[in-house]
């Protein structure tokens, strides 16, 4: 074969390294956000964080970065949203009590390194709760271990779910550790509080509850019977075969399902290990006018700048290479963030005009919206508006919402016009908190009750959105 060379020209989209940058900051939430921008801080000299009360000069090619050209001094909001100052206030009357007691609790308000949030006291873990018990009984060495195995086995429901005999076996065979040994702690461990931690199964939890409960002999001997013999048929909210198999009347049933409800449902309740996670809003909506409007929550834009001694020593004696490459980084910066925030603001203001008749009335008010529609309508790309919305929350009088619930597929109407999932879910939501709970109304008959309102929706659909509001089924929502 013989080789030849040929000279072609041709087309191809290559992303910069500024461009490459705004993408990603722009997909970041603020949480994110505050944290790459410390990296760049510790890695850029040439970036610094403004001080609040520093006013760049008229002539700065870098002006301190303010989204949406709007600063918190000349934000008009409301008093509760303008931060509180105590020029005017005397510091005897700011220190109070703890100014002049000289008692080593009184801390200096320079002190920067303080965090209120690290001296709130800490709850303990169920583990840690269960092993402080445990350094209180008379056990010997031996059985703490053994017992501080069977902790460790717990579920995050505070269940036993291993079999005895397999944790026996797993030991080594010189500790003559046998099942019906684990067996015995596990059921003193049952007697910890909280009361049942440990327990094998539903039934044996419920059951432990029962026998310590004040309620009177026969109540409380009635709900063993249901929660020992009859736990599925209590679950499915078959009443009508459990009147039946247990012979009693509705009265016995309902007290004796009163007191079963009235029971911690899991073991672990009260010390769930979920962490709390804290969302800052990125867009405030307020009323003005009549009329809904969206603006950035100020207290989430960070302040940055170029430092400008350092940018004039390279500017007039020409800097190394190194420094040059961070001067324009920062400035690239500093530059992807106002356009992240402009476009932020772009798209909120976007989906708060079009969705005018939700916050006025609520959910069953929320109109049909692709992302297609805000695209065409601010000429961006579909998946700039995805990047905008993931992540990214807007805070109003009816709650916390992010921006991608603003959005959802359409259903036809009789009338030609269209309505939302978000307004059908809560249709049926509305239905199913109205029905007779002696009756409850199956899903097609909720389909049946939509399509009367002039909303054409199938039982499947009623049934797909009812589980993902997580509503029980028709027959597990029968109650007394």
Known sequence: MKQTLQLKTSQQLTLTPQLQQSIKLLQMSTLDL???????????PLLERADSDSHDEPDSPLPVLTPGGDTPAADSGSEAERPETDSNRDDGELLGDWGSSGSGSSRNDDDDEFDPILNTPCR?????HLTAQMGETQLSQRDKALMSLLIDELDDDGYLPTLL??????????????GDELECLRKLLTQFEPTGIGSRNLSEFLSLQLQQHSAPAAVRQLALDMVQQHLPLLGNRDFTKLKKLLAIDEQQLKTAHALLASLRPRPSSGFDQGETHYVAPDILVVKRQQRWVARLNQGTLPRLRVNQMYAGMLQQKGGSHNLGGQLQEA?????NIQQRFDTILKVAESIVDRQQ??????????????????????????????RVTTQKYLLCSRGLFELKYFFGSSVDTDSGG????????ALI???IDAEDHNKPLSDS?????LVAQGIQVARRTVAKYREAMQIPPVSQRKIF
């Not at 505050?34 to 850029?44: A, I, P, Q, V, W």
């Not at 005999?165 to 046998?178: G, W």
Request: hydrophobic share 45%; net charge negative.
């Open 357 to 386: 008749a939700f916050f006025e009335q609520g959910e069953v008010a929320m109109r049909p919206l692709i992302l297609r529609d805000i695209a065409e309508e601010l000429g961006l790309h579909e998946s700039t508006i995805s």
């Open 418 to 425: 269209e309505c939302s999932a978000t307004a059908i879910k």
């Open 165 to 178: 005999d397999d944790i026996a076996a797993e030991l080594p065979l010189e500790l003559e550790v046998e």
């Open 429 to 431: 939501r509305q239905i």
């Open 445 to 449: 008959a909720i389909a049946d009750r």
């Open 34 to 44: 505050s944290t790459e921008l410390e990296r760049y801080l510790l890695e850029n």
């Open 331 to 335: 400035r690239w910066l500093v530059k």
């Open 124 to 128: 303990p873990s169920l583990r840690e």
